[in-house]
């Protein structure tokens, strides 16, 4: 007989979980923890926390409110009970909890279908991905509404499932099993059907799970049917949804690290579409990803050396990004002035390295772990695992970053111009020198302190076609060390130490 639950267990079990959140009321809060310590003995626990986690009526004695914070809990103390415990629960439970589970993701609230994604994704993580094979056509029936019973939350729910278990399995995904093959090669065409959804979030997602392929090391069977791949990919360019248009720039990005081979003959026309994408300066992050294209094409030399004809209008672009945007100059100027206060050491250290890496090149197995480098330079294509996933906190959140150390289109636009200048020399000196004479004098802050950074950037590349113009230069920068504006200060000590 089935296994099913009873009123009262499910009750207490939910007044627990919500209790357990309870920061206004401690007692409650404590008792609440040491019940739910005790229940974890009980074999039928994960059961309940399943049944609970995917049940939207709330039971007698809680609102609805309550309740929804009662069934977060009860996913994410599954998805812990599963990835500590999943191998020595009982196989009544894993089927019961396989078979419910998915249920989750037709909730009407977001955050239920994201915390039953999570508890999917760490099944087949600890499961394998043979040990539950039903999971993914199921998956990938209910986005494409194959019954014609999905609701658009449920198709949502499902494709979200999906990318999280392709971000934690990637390799396991693209691995030969005997008489089963590479999952993958079922998958992928799958993705590439769904990149013609009517829903422009599932379009996004299903390009975003194959640029998870296309991260280094690239899945074998991407390798295999990237000429297939490719005109998808292009036919996507005429998308006009921002979210696709920014994994359409990803996907270039990724390839230009790791098959630039493959995009060397549609050069120009991936030049023209990610600097129309870099152009969209209100959309900073869409203007990011296409930024990254030319950092990655601008350090390959099978790209790189085809850059050549298009460096007059790839270099412009690039110096325009390298102005602080409207929201950082409102930040940045709220500073108080202090010209006239001596610099500390903090005050000048530069905050423009071109050995910053690319997002692309951040770890991209869910079991990688992440190097310092790795960890302050780009933060990844969000395919790195911090054992956290969406919907869950994490407890680092409240701590102060400063912005002047993320990867932001600015720094990536200078480490651009960085390694063009020092690939090409005298030719992006010629394009920079109309820009520079506009914008060394300019009236305005932000793009006096672009162009100094553009010095400093271009100046190992074009030392030759710069030292004629030194014995005026310097003089003028060391005059910036007395710029009201901190910044200023700071990007011209940077910029001295190029030269």
């Known amino acids: 007989m089935a296994w099913q639950p009873q009123p009262e267990p499910v009750a207490q079990l939910a007044q627990c979980l919500k209790d357990s959140l309870s920061g206004h009321d401690v007692t409650a809060q404590k008792n609440a923890e040491q019940m739910l310590r005790q229940a974890k003995a009980s074999p039928d626990i994960n059961n309940y926390l399943a049944y609970i986690c995917v049940t939207p009526s709330p039971p007698e004695g809680l609102d609805i409110t309550s309740y929804h914070a009662a069934r977060s809990a009860a996913a994410i103390m599954l998805k812990n009970n599963v990835k500590s415990n999943y191998k020595s629960l009982p196989d009544e439970s894993k089927s019961y909890i396989r078979s419910t589970i998915v249920s989750g993701l037709r909730d009407a609230n977001t955050q239920i279908r994201n915390f039953a994604g999570n508890v999917i994704t760490e099944v087949v993580r600890q499961g394998g991905i043979l040990g539950w094979p039903q999971v993914l056509p199921d998956l990938l029936s209910m986005v494409a509404n194959e019954d014609g019973q999905a609701s658009t939350e449920a198709q949502d729910g499902a494709m979200g499932a999906l990318f999280k278990i392709c971000e934690d399995n990637r390799r396991a995904l693209d691995a030969d099993y005997p008489n089963q093959g590479r999952p993958l090669v079922y998958l992928l065409p799958k993705f590439v059907e769904l990149t013609n959804s009517p829903s422009a979030k599932i379009r996004s997602r299903a390009l975003s799970a194959i640029n998870v392929f296309l991260t280094e090391p690239i899945a074998l069977t991407a390798k295999e049917n990237i000429q297939g791949l490719l005109p998808q990919i292009v036919r996507l360019t005429s998308d006009e949804n921002d979210d696709v248009r920014r994994f359409v720039c990803r996907t270039f990005a990724l390839l230009a690290d790791g098959m630039p081979a493959v995009l060397a003959p549609h050069l120009e026309g991936i030049v023209d579409y990610t ?201 003028y920068l060391i005059s910036l060390l007395s710029d009201q504006q901190p910044v200023v200060r700071q990007i011209t000590c940077w910029a001295l130490s190029r030269y």
């Open 275 to 475: 600097l129309a994408q870099q152009k969209d300066v209100q959309n900073e992050e869409l203007a990011l990803d296409a930024a990254e294209f030319f950092f990655e094409a601008s350090s390959t030399p099978v790209l790189r050396d085809n850059l050549q004809p298009f460096l007059s209008k790839i270099v412009p672009v690039l110096l325009d990004c390298m102005v602080y945007s409207e929201d950082d100059q409102l930040r940045l100027e709220g500073d108080d002035d202090d010209a006239d206060v001596e610099d500390e050491a903090k005050d000048i250290k530069p905050q423009f390295a071109t050995s910053k890496t690319s997002r692309s090149a951040a770890p991209s197995d869910g079991n990688a772990q992440q190097n310092d480098e790795s960890k302050t330079s780009a933060n990844g294509y969000a395919y790195e695992d911090d054992d956290l996933s969406e919907g869950e906190i994490d407890e680092d959140d409240d701590l102060d970053i400063d912005p002047e150390d993320e990867w932001n289109l600015r720094k990536c636009s200078a480490a651009s111009v960085d390694s063009l200048a020092s690939h090409f020399g005298g030719m992006v000196f010629e394009v920079t020198l109309p820009w520079l004479m506009e914008n060394l004098q300019h009236k305005d802050w932000p793009n006096r302190e672009a162009a100094v950074l553009a010095l400093g950037a271009i100046g190992p590349g074009c030392m030759t076609e710069i030292e004629p113009h030194l014995a005026k230069l310097i003089p």
